[in-house]
T-cell receptor, first 113, second 112 residues
Framework: AQSVAQPEDQVNVAEGNPLTVKCTYS??????LFWYVQYPNRGLQFLLK??????LVKGSYGFEAEFNKSQTSFHLKKPSALVSDSALYFC???????????FGTGTLLAVQP | DADVTQTPRNRITKTGKRIMLECSQT?????MYWYRQDPGLGLRLIYY???????NKGEISDGYSVSRQAQAKFSLSLESAIPNQTALYFC???????????FGEGSRLTVL
């Protein structure tokens, strides 16, 4: 069965510093991997996805994620954090485009000025 | 206008009442989903539908039912609400070729 883990409930980082939000996954076949962001009182917004191709995926708002097949990881990164990046981030995985998308428990990113 | 619209956005009700949450979309996607969000638990899948005649249970379907009235409409019902169904509910549609989900703004339900 497919699963996804976000080991950190919260990540704290100072503005201007690089940030990483961790995600590991487990699927039987080729993974479809996603990152979504949720701002307070809002729905989830798509950030980026990995389906195939380059292991480094670039997305919205300067975020990127690196697919690592050997470590079954898909960590979200940004070179320089902004206070406005503070939000709840969800990693999700599916076995292909049509199978169920399973979400992690979310990581709260807090960027201090 | 939003691509995925949920109504109501907020609802407070009492134990035992019947509640319906409605979702409509203009994405033209066949696949629609209902998720529930609880703090520390992330999003859990309640029901999903691949088309009007194809309804499937998710991880936590007990206590819920759904109706796919048309390609664009997918409603979630709680026949007899209980307090542990207090949560934030999200409807989503899915793009078939990429697997990407598009979410509504959420419906916050409180059951007293």
């Amino acid at each position: 069965a497919q699963s996804v883990a976000q080991p950190e409930d919260q990540v704290n980082v100072a503005e201007g510093n690089p940030l990483t939000v961790k995600c590991t996954y487990s699927v039987s076949g080729n993974p479809y991997l996603f990152w979504y962001v949720q701002y307070p009182n809002r729905g989830l917004q798509f950030l980026l996805k990995y389906i195939t191709g380059d292991n480094l995926v670039k997305g919205s708002y300067g975020f990127e994620a690196e697919f690592n097949k050997s470590q079954t990881s898909f960590h979200l990164k940004k070179p320089s954090a902004l206070v406005s990046d503070s939000a709840l981030y969800f990693c999700a995985v599916a076995e292909g485009a049509t199978n169920k998308l399973i979400f992690g428990t979310g990581t709260l990113l807090a960027v201090q000025p | 206008d939003a691509d995925v619209t949920q109504t109501p956005r907020n609802r407070i009700t009492k134990t035992g009442k019947r509640i319906m949450l409605e979702c409509s979309q203009t994405k033209g996607h066949d696949r629609m989903y209902w998720y529930r969000q609880d703090p520390g638990l992330g999003l859990r899948l309640i029901y999903y539908s691949f088309d009007v005649k194809d309804i499937n249970k998710g991880e936590i379907s007990d206590g819920y039912s759904v109706s796919r009235q048309a390609q664009a409409k997918f409603s979630l019902s709680l026949e007899s609400a209980i307090p542990n169904q207090t949560a934030l509910y999200f409807c989503a549609t899915r793009q078939l070729n990429t697997g990407e989900l598009f979410f509504g703004e959420g419906s916050r339900l409180t059951v007293l």
